[in-house]
């Protein structure tokens, strides 16, 4: 059973926006603390953005100012928009639980590059 699954990937020149989707099929999507993470080559994969169900948002400092997270609770989808990208953005992104995510999806590749 495919949980997660990301769109919305590409490459993108330094400065460049991009905008990516999470469809989900899980239980009570609105009640759930969802985040999204990304995984660079040869690094660990990392949380940088959450949000509960109550819309708060917080993002790990790389990020924060320049990515937003966002959920639709009516479609049970979760949004990442990355505005300002560097190369250092570029990795395969993920969304998932914000607490012990499991059954991750085939991620979203965002490639950062002049």
């Known amino acids: 059973q495919v949980l997660f699954a990301e769109s919305g990937g590409g490459t993108v020149r330094p400065g460049g926006s991009l905008r990516l989707s999470c469809a989900t099929d899980?239980?009570?999507?609105?009640?759930?603390?969802l985040a999204w993470y990304r995984q660079a080559p040869g690094k660990q994969r990392e949380q940088v953005a959450r949000?509960?169900?109550?819309?708060?948002?917080k993002y790990a400092d790389s990020v924060n100012g320049r990515f937003i997270i966002s959920r639709d609770n009516a479609k049970d989808l979760l949004y990442l928009q990355m505005n300002n990208l560097k190369s250092e953005d570029t990795a395969v992104y993920f969304c998932?639980?914000?607490?012990?995510?499991?059954?991750w999806g085939q991620g979203a590749q965002v490639t950062v590059s002049s």
């Open positions: 998932n639980y914000h607490e012990n995510p499991y059954s």
């Open positions: 899980i239980v009570r999507f609105m009640w759930q603390h």
């Open positions: 949000i509960d169900w109550e819309r708060t948002t």
